[in-house]
T-cell receptor, first 115, second 113 residues
């Protein structure tokens, strides 16, 4: 089975621009979560989508948004980029069924650099 | 809200020596607890998890962890360090039935030959 894929792997943008990152979950997985990893703040939860609905949201400004498509692929968008948005953005997928434990599998991440 | 504390951002261990990484959690409800490993330029890989079954959990690559409710701890150990264990290790917690993970700051493990 193919793992979680994220595109692009590397991205360079300038302040004020917007960016869209993509995540393709493992086949059959319906839950996709996004995390931001920075040296200063560590790993922080952004949001989770399940069956095209946002199920959980972290403490990030409204410039960070996401969506999920019917094939479970997910995108996250960051508008009006700031220097502090430079980070590794990780996507994780899981079965997401009910309330039983489902292991989350992480993708390799997208490295975003804001200049 | 759940949280975890990992002390000592950098941990040096000699090859063949015990690896011990400490994790203390704070949770208002019975938690799920995890240890993840991250190698350079890669995502996170699950080492092991506690989901309210056995308190001593064995994971991949010879790692294990023990859930101690009285101490609110979930320390990670490996009896004998190998050069390939050099990586960053993260402890994480979630509520049961919730995919939202709260991570510790991580431990960068350096293995000295």
């Amino acid at each position: 089975k193919a793992g979680v894929t994220q595109t692009p792997r590397y991205l360079i943008k300038t302040r004020g621009q917007q960016v869209t990152l993509s995540c393709s979950p493992i086949s059959g997985h319906r839950s996709v979560s996004w995390y931001q990893q920075t040296p200063g703040q560590g790993l922080q939860f952004l949001f989770e989508y399940f069956s095209e609905t946002q199920r959980n949201k972290g403490n990030f400004p409204g410039r960070f948004s996401g969506r999920q498509f019917s094939n479970s692929r997910s995108e996250m968008n960051v508008s009006t980029l700031e220097l502090g948005d430079s980070a590794l953005y990780l996507c994780a997928s899981s079965l997401g069924q009910g309330y039983a434990y489902n292991e989350q599998f992480f993708g390799p991440g997208t490295r975003l650099t804001v200049l | 809200a759940q949280s975890v504390t990992q002390l000592g951002s950098h941990v040096s261990v000699s090859e063949g020596a015990l690896v011990l990484l400490r994790c203390n959690y704070s949770s208002s409800v019975p938690p799920y607890l995890f240890w993840y490993v991250q190698y350079p330029n890669q995502g996170l890989q699950l080492l092991l998890k506690y989901t309210s079954a056995a308190t001593l959990v064995k994971g991949i690559n010879g790692f294990e962890a023990e859930f101690k409710k009285s101490e609110t701890s979930f320390h990670l150990t490996k009896p004998s360090a190998h050069m390939s264990d050099a990586a960053e290790y993260f402890c994480a917690v979630s509520d049961q039935g919730n995919n939202r993970l709260a991570f510790g700051k991580g431990n960068q493990v350096v293995v000295i030959p």
